[in-house]
């Protein structure tokens, strides 16, 4: 029996989809195979073999990577305040959660630097400890920090509150405490979404480029980022060396994304409805 | 040995979820807390398993401070409306949970959790679900892995928080009884909260009712809904017909008929009867003092025909309530003029105020019951066919 769908026109709108989705994504993703395969399958190797890239590359995936796991510890957190309280303040706390977003990410770069500059706000103090933070790689981790924190809050508040609270009562009265109650209850509920923040945590902070450049010091070898090559091969005209090094990131993102999308699904293995 | 609650408070901003409610719960007994949403129930059980205070007010049970103790301290078993099973755990982790999160010392070996799990799921009839999940059962057998789940921590106390609530009819009678039969097997000491009289009064062995945070009635079954001991206990058990009296002389009237033996002396001038619609005899031809009526309508309901009736004297309409068949031998049909009298009332003398004094209440009956017709009516156009008279009666 053929299946009624809610909307009409199934197969113009996929097919709508498909051609849209070919056009915006997958066609500048091609272009930039195509112009990569210039240098061959050697010339990429040669290429990736560089020192310099590849401490690029392990800057801006690693850097990524403890970005997301920072924020994914500091977002739940703050989803979990913003969901549970109730405090004078707690909508505009909410609406400082998007500014990452909505910021200019040069602007957000450049004020980076400034506070955590030696002579800064925060450098100033953090120096006298003997940390440096701007024209570092620990630099480059806050400026990832920062742009991909909206993501790990935004995906967990609305799960956050659909959370029943009976479920953890029920925990209460059946003798867990509250750490147990957290572990065996809540944690493994939100693993689901706090993967799917992680991974666009991720994926904002491998991509990002305008804020880190600024607060990195783009010092080769040591606080130069992946994104950061592809424009200066570029800036010297070579281009098939910029495509490569941009198919190699994608191919590194694609990697992590599906392991993260099959953990995701294994996690998420309870909600598989129908006996 | 007994769960002693005295005079609890409770309030909620500016409405009062308890008031100074007391009550006392027998070892092994089935209580249930019947009343209205709002009424105060739930946060009376929730009080109980510890997730939630009272402002004033004792707990006792077994002689021991209920509310110094955490909820994962008093041992009670508590069973939600929504179920509230954990998704992320199959059916076995589930009922296994309570055992698995005791401290190291106390927790069973995992072999005996394993048996009991299996134990608990075969008392609950779900043998062979232990590796599904929540998400791949139906409403009534996540209700009984909830129950489960609460019974494996060996609870001295079952609370059960609308356990049918969100079952469909047939399920939530089915498992009412089969409840029923588990009570009757373990003797454990159970709270039922519920807004469904039919269950409370099927279920408990006592029920409380309660309204507006005060405790109304506790009593059996029998005694709430034969001897209401207020107007709300009248009005929210079972269906009542309201008859406003009038004192004349040593009785009290209400269109023509008299409720003689009033028990108050004269102190009181009016009052106000609750009728069920089971106890209005209905009559073909006049019986000493009954009203005059005239049938409106005929409600089919199953094996029970609701009337509605006109009553002129009483210049209201009254609702009575027969059994089918003996509407189908009456051939009673909607418009036909017929004697209607009360034989039982429960009647609260009204105050100065004009509302009812719940402590002065009357159970009224009947001296010499009316005999009721079952000769079949006679009518002009006769041979009243089954057919006809289906088709009059409209449901």
Known sequence: MRRRHFLPGFNLSLGYSLTYLGLIVLLPLAALAWKASGLGFDGLVRLLRVPRTLAALKLSFGGATLAAAINVVVGLLVAWVLVRYRFPGRRLFDAVVDLPFALPTAVAGIALTALYAPNGWIGRWLAEIGIKVAYTPVGVLVAMVFVGFPFVVRTLQPVLESLERDVEEAAETLGARRWQVFLKVILPMLAPTLLTGFALALARAVGEYGSVIFIAGNIPMKSEIAPLLIVQSLEQFDYAGAAALGVAMLAFSFVLLLAITLLQRWSHRWAESAP | ?395
Request: hydrophobic fraction near 45%; proline fraction near 7%; aromatic fraction near 8%.
């Open chain 2, 1 to 395: 040995m007994t769960l002693e609650l005295a005079r609890l408070n409770r309030r909620f901003s500016d409405y009062p979820a308890l008031n100074d409610v007391s009550l006392a719960i027998a070892p092994g007994e089935f209580l249930a807390v019947l009343g209205p949403s709002g009424s105060g129930k739930t946060t009376l059980l929730r009080i109980l398993a510890g997730l939630d205070y009272p402002e004033s007010g004792q707990v006792s049970f077994n002689g021991r401070d209920f509310l110094a103790a955490a909820p994962r301290q008093r041992n009670v078993g508590l069973v939600f409306q929504h179920y509230a099973l954990f998704r992320h755990l199959t059916v076995a982790e589930n009922v296994a949970f309570g055992l698995r999160v005791r401290p190291r010392r106390v927790r069973p070996k995992r072999a005996d959790i394993d048996a009991r799990v299996e134990h608990l799921l075969k008392r609950v009839q779900l043998e062979g679900f232990g590796r599904r999940y929540p998400s791949q059962l139906s409403g009534g057998q996540r209700q009984r892995v909830a129950l489960a789940r609460a019974l494996a921590v060996e609870p001295e106390l079952l609370l059960l928080d609308e356990p049918f609530g969100a079952l469909d009819a047939q399920v939530r009678v089915a498992l009412r009884r089969w409840l029923r039969r588990l009570h009757e097997e373990l003797g454990l000491t159970t709270v039922f909260v519920t807004h469904d009289q039919e269950e409370a009064l099927e279920l408990a062995d006592r029920i409380a009712v309660m309204n507006r945070g005060r405790i109304e009635q506790v009593g059996t079954p029998r005694e709430i809904y034969q001897q209401p001991a207020t107007p709300f206990v009248c009005e929210f058990i079972g269906k009542a017909n309201h008859l406003a009296l009038r004192r004349e002389g040593e009785r009290f009237v209400a269109g023509g008929w008299a409720f003689a033996g009033e028990p108050w002396m004269g102190e009181h001038a009016r009052a106000i009867a609750y009728v069920r619609p089971e106890h209005l005899t209905l009559s073909a031809t006049p019986t000493p003092g009954a009203w005059r009526a005239h049938l409106r309508h005929v409600y089919l309901a199953g094996a029970v025909a609701h009337l509605e009736l006109d009553v002129a004297a009483l210049d209201q309409p009254l609702e009575a309530d027969m059994a089918s068949e003996d509407l189908a031998r009456m051939g009673l049909r909607a418009g036909d003029g017929l004697y209607v009298s009360p034989s039982h009332a429960v009647i609260f003398p009204l105050g100065r105020d004009g509302k009812p004094l719940a402590e002065d209440r009357w159970l009224w009956r009947v001296a010499v019951p009316a005999v009721p017709v079952r000769l079949p009516l006679q009518r002009p156009e006769a041979g009243v066919s089954p057919q006809r008279a289906d088709g009059e009666m409209q449901r």
